[in-house]
Every structure is written in C-alpha cells, then in structure tokens.
C-alpha cells in the first residue's frame, strides 16, 4: 500500500513590520522543500525580518530542522533578512540546536524575545520592480528601468556595470525558459542588487562546455567578473536570480 504524503500549511502575517509564518503539520521529506521555498519566498519580499513560529510543527527526523538552515543559506547574500525561530517548548528548542541550526538561525521563547533582538535604525532600502514580457524588447526596457532608478538615486557611477547585468539576466531568461519575467532594483548603503524573477523552477549555474571550448552561459561568466557576487533562489513558482554590486564594480 502505498504511503499517504505528509500534509503541511503556513499562514503569514505581518507584525511590527516582520513576516510572520506558522506552518503547521509534519516537516519530512515530503513537506521539506515547500517550506523552504514559502521561507525564502517571505525573505525575498524584504521584511524586516521572517520569524517562524514552529509550535505547530511535528518534525519526525531531527535532520529536518535543517530546512531553516538552508533558507538561510539562499538568502545570507541577499537580501540578508534574518530569520529567526519561535519555539516555546523547550525540549524541542534543544533538539533543533543539537541539529545544528542555531549556527545560523536563533531560536527564542516568544515573538516577544525574538522581535526584542531586532536591531533598530537598519540602513534603509530603496526598491524598484517592473513586469516585463517574454520578448526581445523587454532588454531595452530592462536597460532603461535600470538607468532611470539608478540616476534617481544618484548611483550614476554603477549605471554602466548595472545595465550590463541586467541584459545577462534577462538574455537568460528569454534563451532558456518561456517566462515573462520581472526586474527588481534595490540600494542600500553602497551596495546596488539587480534580480529577474521568472517563472522556470530550474536554477541558473555555470557550466563548463564538454568539449573544453567556450562556457556555454558565457552570460553568467561574465555577471560573476562583473558583481560581488550571484545567485539563484528558489522560489514557490520558479527562481530569482541576482547579483550585488558595489563601487569596486564601476565600469
């Protein structure tokens, strides 16, 4: 007979400018990707922080904790929102440190503590976003979405190396998927992120061609000579993929 899948659910809320979730059910093997992706998809709209209340959770195998270390991981570069753990029960607290996670995600007794370790008067962010077709055209549009914003934040000296970036990202997305696509820009202190969400769950990587001749995704080579560093989210209905500048990058 064959075994009936786990089933897991994650309500959100906002509270003191955090995103909230609570899922609720069995965190396995089934469930583990999906929540995730719903803890990194929280991340990338840029709360002040995601904060997890996981009282509502039955986690089987210790090991499954680490699905908040992972989220972590995809979003550590950008957009760096913290993602902190609610955990009343203290046995179970114990068990997700000895699981390693606490290394990267704290876990606090209440909302209460865990807002109280917010630090306040973090730089703030300015963002950008536009919804762009699947066609040829949606380059310039993308080129020029960067040059205006950039020139109203007085970041005229990144335009060039940001304009750039872009076209890769979105060059990929109309070579490898069918997706219509959208831009985001966001500054904060010095730093300029230029990502493309679209709906192609397959992750953007760096590949080497068999045949020992040119990269077959020249484009990224390129973006990761160009950027601080890139990366490839996940997402619950496809990937963004990004990359962060700084004044070293001018071109």
């Not at 959100?12 to 899922?23: E, F, I, R, Y």
């Not at 002040?48 to 509502?56: E, L, N, R, W």
């Not at 955990?87 to 606090?108: K, L, N, Q």
Request: proline share 7%.
């Amino acid at each position: 007979m064959n075994r009936r899948p786990s089933r897991l659910t994650v309500s959100a809320d906002t509270v003191a400018g955090v995103c909230l979730l609570k899922p609720a059910g069995t965190l396995d093997s089934d469930t583990y990707r999906a929540l995730r992706d719903r803890v990194i998809n929280a991340a990338l709209d840029e709360p002040q922080a995601v904060v997890v209340d996981v009282s509502g959770l039955d986690v089987p195998a210790s090991s499954a904790w680490s699905v908040f270390t992972s989220a972590r991981w995809y979003v550590s570069t950008w957009p760096d929102i913290p993602i902190l753990l609610v955990c009343p029960r203290a046995d179970v607290a114990e068990r997700i440190t000895r699981a390693g996670v606490t290394r990267h995600v704290s876990v606090y007794a209440d909302l209460e503590a865990a807002l109280a370790s917010l630090v306040p008067g973090a730089s703030p962010r300015r963002r950008a976003r536009i919804e762009l077709p699947h066609r040829p055209s949606s380059l310039r549009g993308s080129r020029d979405f960067v040059d205006e914003w950039l020139a109203n934040w007085s970041q005229g000296q990144l335009i060039p190396a940001a304009k750039v970036i872009v076209e890769v990202l979105v060059e990929n997305v109309l070579r490898h998927t069918r997706s219509p696509l959208v831009v985001i820009l966001e500054w904060i202190d010095s730093a300029v992120t230029i990502a493309v969400e679209d709906t192609d769950p397959a992750p953007a990587v760096l590949r080497e061609a068999a045949d020992g001749g040119a990269d077959q995704t020249s484009g990224l080579a390129v973006l990761g000579a160009l950027c601080r560093a890139w990366g490839s989210s996940p997402t619950s209905n496809g990937k963004t993929v990004w990359a962060v500048i700084g004044p070293e990058n001018r071109l």
